[in-house]
């Protein structure tokens, strides 16, 4: 629990949350062993306004951030176009393709493959 210091409080801040806020508040105050009213006076003190150099490197972060997400759209635009090509593949139609090319091409003599094949398979 914070320290209670020696002087008796008896000023008043009324603070308006709604109740999930009351909620959220409340469960850090628990999480901190602490009462909601150390809670919030100890986050009211501890709040400091950003300094220029702070404001400078969030600048900066949220930037590089900015970078970052887009880089990483143009990728799941390029996996999305990937998977598409690829749910289009027709395997029989190339394999059919290939063959054919194959078999049209003078440089292969398929007679000669055929019983080099033939005598691989027997050895």
């Given at each position: ?32 062993d ?29 930037a ?9 759209d143009a990728a ?15 395997e ?15 440089s ?16």
């Amino acid at each position: 629990m914070a320290t209670q210091l020696p002087e008796t409080r008896s000023s008043r801040v009324v603070v308006l949350v709604s109740p999930e806020e009351k909620r959220r508040i409340a469960a850090n105050a628990e999480a901190a062993d602490m009462t909601m009213s150390d809670f919030m006076r100890t986050a009211a003190e501890r709040y400091t306004e950003p300094t220029d150099a702070e404001m400078t490197l969030m600048r900066d972060l949220l930037a590089q951030l900015e970078g970052a997400n887009a880089r990483t759209d143009a990728a799941f635009a390029q996996l999305d176009a990937a998977r598409t090509t690829a749910a289009q593949f027709d395997e029989d139609a190339y394999r059919a393709q290939v063959r054919e090319q194959l078999l049209a091409d003078p440089s292969i003599d398929w007679d000669a493959l055929s019983t080099a094949l033939s005598g691989w398979a027997r050895a």
